[in-house]
Structures are given as C-alpha cells and as structure tokens.
C-alpha cells in the first residue's frame, strides 16, 4: 500500500481503520493486542518517511508488526492471523518480502540492524536500517552490546522506542517535557551540530563550560544513557501524532548516524477497554470486542502451569528457602500469585533470561532453593547460563519448563520441542517429566528434595491424561514406571505428556497387537535396570515425547542399548522430525504432523506389517 501521497487527514483516517481490522481479527483468532493497536501511528508514519522497499524494516519481537503486515500486500490474508495455513503472527521473510528478519523472541533488533548497516556500508547503497523496538526489550544486555558498538561506530540507523507505560526512563516534569520538544525540532539539531564544530576550535576552558551546560540539559531529560552511549537522541515524542512523528522521522533520517526516537504509546489505543497497561491485553484468545469477555471457558479442568502454580506456593508456604524467578511471563508461567504474595522472594526479572539463570545459582549457592520457571522455547536464551553458572557449579536449581512441547499458534519461534535435546548433554543435570496432574504436583516436591541441578517439563494447557487413569507412584530418582504389561513383544515408551499420547493410542489398537506401557519418568539419568527387564521381553519399541528425534528421548535409549550391547531389539520414535513446526491451532498442528493418536495408530500398524 502506498502511502507517500496521502495526506494528513488521511493518514489518520488509516490508522483508524488498521485499528479496526486488528481488533476484529485479533478477537476471532486471538494474537497480540494491546502492542499491534499502540504502535500503529509509529508504523504508518514509518512507512510514510522511509522506503520498505529498500530499507530494513527490523521489529523487535515483531508481534506489534500488525499494522506493517496490513500495509505491505497482507490485507485481504489477514483474517488467517496465526491460523494453520495462515500468515504468521511475527515477521517473516518466507511469507512477504517486506519482513526483513522472522522474531518472536526479543531484543534481537538493534544487532541486525547493526548487521544491516555494517552491509549497507560497504555496498555503498543509499538505504538506512529503521528498528522498531518497545522498551521491554530493553531489558534483555543484547540490546546495549547492539548499542554499544553502534555508538562506537556512528553507523547510520533510526531506532524507535516505543515507550508503552513500562517506561524505561520517565521525564521529569513540565522542564524535561518542554525541553524534549525542542530536541526533537529541525532548529535545536541544526544548533547543536553547528555548536559541535564551533567546539572543536574554542580554547580548552570555553569548550569545556559549554559541554558542561549541554550535559546539565541532558541530565533532566531521558536521553542521557543514549547520548553517553554515542548516539543522537530525540524525544520524547507523541507516538500517536503522525504528523509529528513524520516530522521527527524526516529529522533523524536526515542526520546519517545512529538516532533514538524515544515515542511514548498507549498500550491498547483504539480500543479503550484494553488501553493503559493491562497485562492480559497484551496476549489474546478470542472474546468479544463489546465486553471484552473471552469466549473460552474453562472446562473445570487445571492446566499444568495451575497445578504447578499451586503446588509451588504451597511448598514455599512450607519451606521459607524456595525463591522463584520468571523472565517476563509471570502470568503466563503461574509465579504471578507468588510474586504477589512473596515479592521478597519470587521475583520477574523482564526479558532478562540470562540474567534470571544466573542470579538464581547465585541464591542457590547462599542455601536457597530456585525454582526458574520459564517457557522451553525462552530457556534457549539461557543455555551458557544453564552450564556455566549452573550445572558446572552442581547448584541445585530446578528448571520448571512450562510450555513444552507444540504450543500452537505462537509458531517456528516458540515452539517447545527442543529442550530436551539441548539439556539432556549437560553433565550433572537430571531432565524428568511428570504425565498427569498428580504426578505434576509430585515433580514439585520431588525437585525440592534433589541437592543437584534438574529441569522437568511439562505442556502447555491441560495433560492428555487425568488423575486416576494410571495408578499414581511418586518419583525416585532415575526410576521408570511399567504401567501395563503384555503378551505381545511390543512397548510404548512414553515421556511426559508423551505417556498419554502413548495409551491414548495404544487404546484405538486391536487386541492382539496392543502393547505394553512404558513411563520412561527420567530421560537422564535413564532406569538402566528397567530398560534391560523390558529388553528381554518387549523386542519392538515406539517412543512417544513432545521433542524432536535428534538427541531426544529415542536417541538416548539407542545409545543406551548401544553402551549395553543390547541386539534385536526395534526402535521406532514418534517424537518431531528435523524440521521447524508452523503455527496453528494445536489440534491442526498435530493432525499435519501425524501425531493424532488415530495416525498414531495407523503408522504404528503399518509399521508391523514391516516385520
């Protein structure tokens, strides 16, 4: 959509109607809100001054690119937002050429842009890299490693703050307000460069009384951390005035170095129901846009991150040591009623994953019990942190990995399917995972007790098996569970939710073929002495986990049969193939892939007719 030669009026007429194509979309298929409807001005205006065409549009995180995706050729497709089939609720280069770089984790957009700029350079090519980025990812030491370097080396670059309430650095008052104004006009930039050069010829004691006044400006407005940092800093700037906006972009464009719009948004705007910082607006199920009310009710049935919320807060009732962080997800992990309660001892750090890992061995160190509790997909953020403040060390730190496993419509970025791959080759780490609600409630206790670092995982969303469907037994260490025996030579292995995946499937086989049930409980250390019963009987081995098949839970019981010796023995894995999974609702996501226990079934019978 070309925009160039719209006028003010009709810029503004735009982001009235982007609104509400976000809006109705987002309430039908759920999505990002409040951030999409807060940065619509600065997009528009955006594409207003520079060229997406040629220039690096780079959003952080990218889940407030709605308005983006709607002015680049996506309007008529944007009613399958985050559907299977669908376009993605993040940029993504696969999908239009106008997303520069996919995201879905933040803090990754002053780096590429760096990357970018560094390119553009030596092509020699008039284009500018322009990073939108909201100040949570602020948080994360990414960013100021990206600034760091960009300061140092004055490459050309417009970065946007989109300051939404979660203010990094307030104004202070109707002084810094005023002031802020000025920096952002055509005259003070024009002033304070030709005031730079005339520096450079004053003797020492006049240019230094003159530096000296500027930095006492500086010092009431909230540019100064930029500034030290080498780099222009304007604002800051209504986020929801195009036409100033426009004005400023033109300005900081035009400057050819690095430059901070600092642009304070509403979170939610256009939608008052949802404006202001709200922290359940900022990530959606469907609801209805008169009340706001979800349409989704619950079915009385716990999720596993409520059943590990509870089971956590009654622990730390009970052991005044337990400490937990989360890494901006306090809702979405459960900790937000312990932070509420404990807020001296369960903490949420922002997009600082590392920086949660690592504070947290620290407390372990000190007799504390950490619980982090974090999504797989984020913990990725966090591995050298996992081994070189954790696990070398042998600090008891529990890992609760919520959202393990296909998380449906979030998508490549986040789904949880790669953790046990990736934790199960650090030395001196247990990896477990509970099936049903009980055995969730046991992982708890059971981590508690362990004076060693563990992690165990656990799905988004509620078990595929309840309570009482298998005879409960608490966790010992490195200890299976044979659920049921047979009289055929065949098992199902089963890890996590992957145990009720496993019966789930076992149960639409025909008598004569169904299998004995394995819960295999501990991927590391693995029930060796088990494993080696179940050798002698059970010839034909299919595994069920929510991971992927390199170096997940199948790898390691061939290796484990490899150490042994252990022949004839058949090893099949259902876990995910070597490939990313596109978003989409779960159920569509597992149907594409197989993983329904009906295909389950169907491959499984076919694969006999194998033997």
Known sequence: MDIKNYSIEELNDLAKKIREKILTT?????GHLSSALGAVDLIIAMHYVFDAKKDPFIFDVSHQAYAHKLLTDRWDRFDTLRQFGGISGFTKPSESPYDYFIAGHSSTSISIATGAAKAIMLKNEDRIPVVLIGDGSMS???VYEALNELGDRKYPCVIILNDNEMSISKPIGAISNYLSQKMASRFYQKFKAKTEQILEYLPSSASYIAKRFEESIKLITPGMLFEELG??????????????????????????????VHAQTIKGKGYEIAEGYYEHWHGVGPFDIKTGTPYKKSNGVLSATEIYSKSLMKLAKEHKNVVGVTAAMPSGTGLKPLIEKYPDR????????????TSMAAMAKEGFKPFVTIYSTFLQRAYDQVIHDTAIMNLPVVFAIDRAGIVGEDGETHQGVFDISYLRAIPNLTLFAPRDPKTMEDAVRFAYEMKTPCAFRYPRGAFLLEDGEVEFEPFRMGKAQLIRESESDIVFIGYGNGVGRAIKTANLLPKETKPAILDLRFVKPLDEEMLKKVALKYKKWFVFSDSVKMGGVASALSEFLSKEGITGIYLNSFEFEDRFIP????????????LTPQKLSEKFLNYLKLF
């Open 140 to 142: 994360a030491g990414m």
């Open 231 to 260: 780099l222009e800093y304007i604002g800051p700037v209504d986020g929801h005035d195009i036409e100033g906006l426009i004005e400023v972009y033109e300005i900081a464009k035009g400057l050819n170095k690095p430059v901070i």
């Open 346 to 357: 369960f903490w949420d750090v922002g997009i600082a994953e590392q920086h949660a890992v």
């Open 583 to 594: 978003h989409g609702k779960t159920s569509f996501v597992e149907d594409y892939l197989g």
């Open 26 to 30: 987002v309430s039908k298929n759920g």
